[in-house]
């Protein structure tokens, strides 16, 4: 063989063992490509059914990768929703830092480091945060509640009246919202529209204690003293009742957070804390929900009624289960 054949005959095989390697490669960086889009799928997943410790391992496995940078700040993103998840503030800072500084679209990290700082006692950088999140989108209203209820700790009446006044923009049955208007409005001693905030607050809801505590206040304080006994005894009747609200929502939408309230009340059903659970579907029935999960609402609140004994409630409520799918035969 002539020696310019040789040479061709090499560089020939060189180049079919070049392309077959970058085939190879471009093979490999597809595959890893579809892995870690899985595993961030996964976590998703799992972090929406609530297992934090889930998600978080799945995270942690798919940042040991050279992630592209706008996965890798989708990872840290879903880790530092899962560490809020898990009270672990300082870790979910550090992981919604990283996913702002890779530039992750949207807000929704701000969001969710400011529900850390606020959670922290951090004030004034969690209101920094929501500020970006607002500026973006005024429509929040999980964020303006938020904001609300770090100037009602700070007794900033006004803004605490803006906030939730925003709050109740964007989510008119929001019962709390006009609650915790009406308690800065009483420290404005703005009696009238305190009152008429308490007003809403109950016709939305017959089973908070501190607006009937609240109204006889301000009865009190415009004369109708009998309207106030009235109202201490509805207060009392229904205190027992009543569990611990949650003091500020999470950082989701509306739809995402009312599914997140609604898997909190299952477990806390099936562990018979059914004030809790009753608590819990009520609030996530006054956010806006796809039928499946209004469904659980309702089922789970009857169940909770169920196991209280309360009869009546949990008739209506299984009632309400039927009118969105007539055909679950539990209800």
């Known amino acids: 063989m002539k020696r310019s054949a040789k040479i061709g005959w090499g560089l020939g095989t060189g180049l079919v063992f070049l392309l077959a390697g970058l085939a190879t490669f471009g093979v490999y960086l597809l595959q890893r490509d579809r892995r870690d ?16 410790n889930g998600a978080i391992a ?38 919604f830092t990283e996913a702002i500084r890779l530039a992750l679209p949207g807000v929704e990290a701000q969001w969710g480091r400011g529900y850390a700082y606020q959670c922290k006692g951090d004030f004034e950088q969690a209101l920094n945060d929501y500020g970006e999140v607002l500026k973006s989108d005024p429509n929040v209203a999980q964020v303006s509640f938020n904001c609300g209820m770090i100037h009602l700790q700070r007794k900033e009446w006004v803004n605490a009246v803006q906030d939730f006044s925003e709050t109740i923009r964007c989510e008119p049955e929001n019962a709390q919202a006009y609650v915790n208007r009406a308690s ?5 001693e703005d009696w009238n529209r305190a009152g008429a905030s308490l007003d809403v607050a109950i016709s939305l809801n017959q089973k908070l204690a501190a607006a009937y505590a609240l109204r006889a206040k301000v009865d009190q304080h415009q004369g109708k003293f009998e309207q106030a006994g009235k109202d201490e005894r509805l207060a009392a009747r229904v205190a027992p009742k009543q569990s611990p609200r949650l003091p500020f ?15 909190r009340a299952r477990i806390a ?14 609030q996530a029935l006054s956010t806006t929900l796809e039928s499946p999960k209004a469904l659980g609402g309702f089922m789970i609140r009857g169940d909770a009624y169920f196991g209280k004994g309360d009869w009546d409630q949990a008739y209506r409520d299984y009632d309400k289960a039927i009118d969105v799918a007539p055909n679950n035969a539990r209800a």
């Open 37 to 52: 889009t899985l595993a961030l799928q996964n976590a998703e997943r799992v972090l929406d059914q609530g297992d934090f």
């Open 58 to 95: 799945l995270c942690n496995e798919v940042l040991q990768s050279h992630l592209p940078r706008e996965k890798a700040a989708a990872a840290y993103f879903d880790r530092g929703r899962a560490e809020n998840g898990k009270l672990k503030y300082d870790d979910a800072i550090r992981d």
């Open 184 to 188: 800065a409005l009483v420290e404005l």
């Open 249 to 263: 929502l999470p950082m989701l939408d509306p739809v995402e957070a009312g599914s997140e309230l609604i898997e």
């Open 269 to 282: 059903e099936k562990e018979g804390r059914y004030d809790e659970a009753i608590d819990l579907c009520s």
